[in-house]
């Protein structure tokens, strides 16, 4: 029996938050390295460097996959945490005006883009599982500057069909 409805949606969350507490494949926040990470998970898609140290690794769920993990490497080299980069949480700081780079630290790199040559802006599109279930296309407007203009989502299915 699948999980259906908002408590199957918020039993998988608290599923997978104790993976995460509790290590996924093994990864534990504090103890695992940077080395431990890419030996279990593979080399990222994308390894972007941050302030004072650190750094994110990007881990997308194949081709229009629902999550992106995200390990959080901090200065000392040690994951300091390995989360899904496309919750409702994360996609909500991508707000207009923040850049480029802050949409990939926050949500990982798009499955795909879309030039929009008249409005001189480019799509990055993510799929996503939004709180209620539903499976969203979800797109990020980056503009001339390297900043989010607008986004955009749009529900494809109506939360009931997990096989898609």
């Known amino acids: ?5 908002i408590g199957g949606v918020a039993a998988a969350a608290a599923i997978l938050a104790g993976c995460v507490a509790i290590g996924v494949h ?35 769920g194949g081709p229009g996959g629902t999550h992106t993990w995200m390990a959080r490497i901090a200065p000392d080299g040690r ?19 923040v850049t480029k780079e ?23 599109d993510y799929r996503v599982r939004d709180t209620w279930g539903y499976l969203v296309d979800y797109s990020v407007m980056i503009d001339e500057q390297g900043r989010v203009a607008e986004t955009v989502a749009a529900r494809i299915d109506d939360g009931h069909d997990e096989a898609k």
């Open 79 to 97: 994951l300091a945490r390995l989360e899904n980069g496309l919750t409702d949480d994360s996609r909500s700081r991508v707000a207009p005006g």
């Open 26 to 60: 093994g990864l534990e926040p504090g103890r695992s390295t940077e080395a431990d990470v890419r030996r279990v998970l593979g080399e990222p898609a994308l390894s972007l460097d941050g302030a004072g140290g650190t750094r994110s690794l990007a881990y997308p």
């Open 1 to 5: 029996m699948g999980l259906s409805g």
């Open 102 to 124: 802050e949409v990939l630290r926050l949500i990982g790199p798009p499955w795909r883009t879309m030039d929009f040559p008249n409005k001189r802006q480019v799509a990055w």
